[in-house]
């Protein structure tokens, strides 16, 4: 099953923009998502450390925040990072189990 881990800026709009920009290439990446209904979304965005789960879910349509499996743990929540995934804080996260913020 094909697992999309899904950073915000940069993909879904241009980074440092003005906020009356952002998500404006989600329309964009949810036309291809739907070509591929059996992905799953894992949300790896530092937003998810400001906003809740369930506000990021809302800003994508109900089809495809059915696909957000939740959204990649904390690097300093995690424990026994292999030794070559020290400094690459990104993809320690990305390997770990998705989590769903209470």
Known sequence: MPIL???????????HCHESRHFCCLPILEDALRQVPECQIVITSTWRLEQSY?????????????????VTPRYCDLANVPN???????????????????
Do not use: N, Q, W
């Open 5 to 15: 881990f899904l950073d915000f800026d940069g993909v879904l709009h241009p980074e």
């Open 54 to 70: 369930e506000t990021l879910r809302k800003r994508f349509s109900p089809d495809i925040a059915a696909m957000i499996e939740g």
């Open 84 to 102: 070559t995934l020290v400094g690459y804080e990104r993809e320690a996260e990305c390997r770990m189990r998705p989590v769903i913020p209470t």
